[in-house]
């Protein structure tokens, strides 16, 4: 059984992860138990997992009276289905039901891990003693912790030591996240993208990023840096597919520094337009960085979307970034915050096509082998038997 605050239709790197889960699970053999949401109907059905919609909002699943529903409902699936593990999509809230079922159903959980999830549990339990025992109940109880990053993995063990749960150390395994190889490739065709968002068909080689507009995600970084790069390659622009709160920062930042019309927002594309936009590009940025205390890339999906279609990646060499971006093989490492680091890098790729070629190409590699949703699964019931054998 999956306990998943974050679940289809609801967008987000953790979401994907939890509908991925429940797509390529054998039939029948994943619960999924989430919240309410208005446009679920559209996609519930197209999975092949039995998902349980409570009665209530992702929001209201943070509130006790949501709580001890959410508890009780899973602890009665876990009975009903004969639950023998279950996956915890987030420390907190799900945690809580996650115990619950342990405590009333005796099923073993296991917390899946990201980043930001966990900078916010530790800053909590360094403030609240009451936010500190929860954290202990729920790390204590669990019967392996999975991180997705080496890390999310490190900062896990900060936790665990903050928490006194040193020895729970052995119970921690890492599984990096994946993508789909089949939908995101090379060679998808652009023209009706590029129609669409009156891209010009030839002449403009673009630097692609796919990301929620906000500051974690460096966006602002590569604009500062278009202008060293259209000096050595004036026939650069920068496409943004995504939406979100930094927008109009972003506009006034590229028209300040004169690059507004090299600057293409697309706006948000839908999961079935990405490899389009992905294959419109000769170098995927994503230039992530830490923010304040809490909010940091645990892994980044888009890296490995970007790498499955071919492209060479330059990224920031922040969080769990690392672990998705092989630095001098599928891609370059720069320091995230540094325009002009990012500049030589991006120079690089565009002069040495061959460089280019070749990060691109073992990418794609690495996204066959390693990075792809099916390996996922595969590691995540293997630890399944593993803990319940």
Request: glycine share 10%; aromatic share 6%; charged share 25%.
């Amino acid at each position: 059984m999956l306990l998943a605050q974050d679940f289809p239709p609801m967008g987000g790197g953790i979401a994907r992860l939890h509908g991925e889960l429940a797509r390529r699970f054998p039939p029948g053999e994943l619960i999924v138990s989430t919240p309410a949401d208005r446009d679920a109907a559209d996609v519930d059905g197209t999975f092949p997992a039995v998902i349980d919609r409570l009665p209530i909002s992702a929001r209201s699943t943070k509130t006790l009276p949501g709580l001890l529903l959410w508890s009780r409902r899973a602890a009665s699936l876990g009975r009903q289905h004969r639950v023998r593990f279950v996956y915890c999509g987030n420390v907190k809230p799900a945690g809580y039901p996650a115990r619950w079922v342990y405590e009333r159903v005796r099923v073993p959980y296991g917390l899946l891990l990201y980043g930001g999830d966990l900078l916010s549990e530790q800053h909590k339990i360094r403030q609240s003693a009451f936010k500190r025992r929860t954290a202990r109940i729920i790390f204590g109880g669990a019967a392996v912790l999975v991180a997705i990053s080496n890390w999310t993995r490190d900062l896990t063990l900060t936790v665990l030591g903050e928490l006194g749960l040193d020895a729970h150390s052995q119970r921690l395994r890492v599984v990096h996240m994946g993508t789909d190889p089949t939908q995101f490739r090379p060679g998808v065709e652009t023209a009706t993208l590029r129609k669409r968002a009156d891209l010009p068909d030839r002449g403009t080689r673009w630097l692609v990023t796919v990301a929620r507009l906000e500051q974690l995600k460096g966006i602002d970084t590569v604009i500062q840096a278009l202008p060293a790069i259209l000096e050595r390659a004036p026939d650069v622009g920068y496409v943004i597919a995504g939406r979100g709160p930094d927008r109009e920062r972003l506009e006034r930042l590229a028209h300040k520094l004169g690059v507004a019309d090299r600057v293409r927002f697309l706006g948000l594309v839908g999961d079935q337009d990405l490899p389009a936009v992905y294959n419109l590009g000769s170098v995927y940025l994503g230039m992530s960085r830490r923010v304040g205390r809490m909010d940091v890339e645990g892994f980044g999906i888009s890296l490995v979307e970007a790498s499955a279609c071919g492209l060479p990646v330059v990224a920031g060499n922040s969080g769990g970034i690392p672990d998705a971006v092989r630095d001098g093989e599928t891609g370059i490492l720069v320091p995230p915050e540094d325009p002009a680091a990012l500049a030589a890098a991006v120079c690089r790729l565009l002069t040495d096509r061959e460089l280019a070629t070749h990060l691109g190409q073992n990418g794609r590699r690495a996204v066959e082998t390693h990075f792809n949703w099916d390996r996922v699964v595969r590691d995540l019931r293997a630890i399944e038997s593993e803990v319940v054998s």
